[in-house]
C-alpha cells in the first residue's frame, strides 16, 4: 500500500552528521544538507590599546592645529589610508566638508573610518562607542586616528600608493586595470 523507502518518492534517508567534536544545535542536528561544511571563525586576535590617548594631541601639534581649524584634511589623509587607496584623499574630504556644510553632523560619517581603523588594527573601541567618540570629540578622535596611522609606520602626507612603494610593497591595483 505505501511504496517503501527504496522507491523514488520518498527523499534519501538522511544521515546524522560526522561527529566532528564541534557542538550543533539539536534543531539542526539531523537535519542539514550533505555536503562540506562551513564554520563561522570569530576573529581570534586580541584587542590592543591605541598608541596614543584620545587627547593627547600635543604629540602632534602641527596635526592638531591643521585638524582643529581644517579637519577636512586630517579625514581625507585618514580615510585614503584605512581605504587601502580605493578613495583618495581629496575626495574623501570634500565629501567629508559637504557633509559637515549640509548637515553639520559630518562626525556620523567619521565615525565609520574610526570603526574600519578598529577593525584592521584590532584596536579596542575606547574611551567608548565609536559613534559617540566622534559626536563628542570629533576632532580629537581625528588626531588620534592620526597619530595611530603614524606610528604604524604610515607618512600620511603622501598617501595610500606613496607608502606602499616607499615600503617596498606594490600597491594593489583594482581588477582589469594593468601597469603600463
Known amino acids: 500500500m505505501y511504496p517503501s523507502k527504496l522507491d523514488a518518492g520518498y527523499p534519501p534517508a538522511m544521515a546524522p552528521p560526522p561527529t566532528t567534536g564541534i557542538p550543533i544545535s539539536s534543531t539542526n542536528q539531523f537535519y542539514s544538507q550533505p555536503g562540506p561544511a562551513t564554520f563561522h571563525v570569530e576573529n581570534s586576535r586580541a584587542s590592543v590599546s591605541w598608541s596614543?590617548?584620545?587627547?593627547?594631541?600635543?604629540?602632534?601639534?602641527?596635526n592638531c592645529c591643521i585638524t582643529c581649524f581644517c579637519p577636512c584634511i586630517t579625514f581625507g589623509q585618514i580615510a585614503e589610508i584605512v581605504d587601502k587607496g580605493s578613495s583618495s584623499c581629496g575626495a574623501s574630504g570634500a565629501l567629508y566638508t559637504l557633509i559637515l556644510c549640509v548637515t553639520g553632523c559630518s562626525c556620523f560619517y567619521?565615525?565609520?573610518?574610526?570603526?574600519?581603523?578598529?577593525?584592521?588594527?584590532?584596536?579596542?573601541?575606547?574611551?567608548?562607542?565609536?559613534?559617540?567618540?566622534?559626536?563628542?570629540?570629533?576632532?580629537?578622535?581625528?588626531?588620534?586616528?592620526?597619530?595611530?596611522?603614524?606610528?604604524?609606520?604610515?607618512?600620511?602626507?603622501?598617501?595610500?600608493?606613496?607608502?606602499?612603494?616607499?615600503?617596498?610593497?606594490?600597491?594593489?591595483?583594482?581588477?582589469?586595470?594593468?601597469?603600463?
Not at 581625528?142 to 610593497?169: P, T, V
Open 52 to 62: 596614543t590617548g584620545l587627547c593627547h594631541c600635543l604629540d602632534d601639534c602641527s
Open 110 to 180: 567619521s565615525c565609520f573610518y574610526r570603526s574600519k581603523l578598529r577593525a584592521q588594527y584590532s584596536l579596542k573601541e575606547s574611551p567608548c562607542n565609536d559613534c559617540l567618540v566622534h559626536c563628542c570629540c570629533e576632532l580629537c578622535a581625528l588626531c588620534q586616528e592620526y597619530r595611530e596611522l603614524k606610528r604604524r609606520g604610515f607618512d600620511m602626507s603622501i598617501g595610500w600608493h606613496a607608502n606602499m612603494e616607499k615600503q617596498g610593497r606594490v600597491a594593489t591595483l583594482p581588477p582589469g586595470i594593468q601597469g603600463a
